[in-house]
Nanobody, 123 residues
Framework: QVQLVESGGGLVQAGGSLRLSCAAS????????MAWFRQAPGKEREFVAR????????EYADFVKGRFTISRDNAKNTVYLQMNSLKPEDTAIYYC????????????????WGQGTQVTVSS
């Protein structure tokens, strides 16, 4: 089973930046699809960004386009989420997810998940 570990969350002021990392336990992830989701208190988990690992094809939710960038490092089996121009409404737990068969924005279709990392943006 693929194991994912997120890091890089923290407290930042509005307008600031953070870079989240998600390290995978196996190189099998190099043939997978990976995504970032987030979940704020009282809200459902929502899609943020995804990447087709082998060719670096990416997609983003409309509310983060122009602010967030997803990327990967093949040598480190790691996917990143660079978050710029952060807003208080970006406050949430951010999760990375992986699938060997699915490339989309539905959380239920991703079988592998990290534990999440908290991002808090102060106003």
């Amino acid at each position: 089973q693929v194991q994912l570990v997120e890091s890089g969350g923290g407290l930042v002021q509005a307008g600031g930046s953070l870079r989240l990392s998600c390290a995978a336990s196996t190189r099998t992830i190099s043939r997978s699809y990976m995504a970032w989701f987030r979940q704020a208190p009282g809200k459902e988990r929502e899609f943020v960004a995804r990447i087709r690992w082998s060719v670096s094809v990416t997609e983003y939710a409309d509310f983060v386009k122009g602010r967030f960038t997803i990327s990967r490092d093949n040598a480190k089996n790691t996917v990143y989420l660079q978050m710029n121009s952060l807003k208080p409404e970006d406050t949430a737990i951010y999760y990375c997810a992986a699938s060997l068969n699915y490339y989309g924005d539905l959380p239920a279709r991703y079988p592998y998940w990290g534990q999440g990392t908290q991002v808090t943006v102060s106003s």
